[in-house]
C-alpha cells in the first residue's frame, strides 16, 4: 500500500477515538460523527497505551458474507453503536493476491471477500454494499 506524502500515513489507516477498552474489544469513536464500533483488537488491549478519550491510529479488517455494487446512496456503517453488521462505502483499491477490497465505509477498512467472489471483479471508485462477519479486528500503527 503506498504512503501519502502528505500525511505520511497510508490511505488503509484510520485515525480514530479510543473511548474504552476491556478484555477483549476496544469501543472506538469516528470524529465528526456519532459512529462508536465495537471492535476486535488484533494486539492485547493493555497492549494499547493511548489513553481512553485520545486519538489511536490504525487498521480495521473485516469479511464480507458477500459484496455487491451498490447503485445509491452513501457511505455508512450499521449500526452506528455496537458491532458492524452492514457497511456501503467506496472501493478505494483492490488486492487481488489477498483477494481484499480496501473500502471507505466512513473509516477505511480491508474487507476479505466471500469464497466464490474475485477482488478483481471490483475497481476503485465504485460504491459496494455487503453484510459482514461479526469480529471486525482493529490493528494499532505506531
Known sequence: ??????????????????????HEQIVISI??????????????????STPEGKRLSGVIRGKALRMHLATGGGRFIEPVNGHPRIVQGTVISIDPAHNRVLVNMVVPAWLDLAEGQKASDFAAGQLVNMYVESGMTFTPTA
Open 1 to 22: 500500500m503506498a504512503t501519502d506524502t502528505a500525511t505520511g500515513s497510508s490511505p488503509d489507516v484510520c485515525r480514530v477515538v479510543l473511548e474504552s477498552k476491556t
Open 31 to 48: 470524529p465528526g460523527s456519532s459512529y462508536r464500533l465495537q471492535l476486535t483488537p488484533t494486539v492485547a488491549p493493555q497492549a494499547i
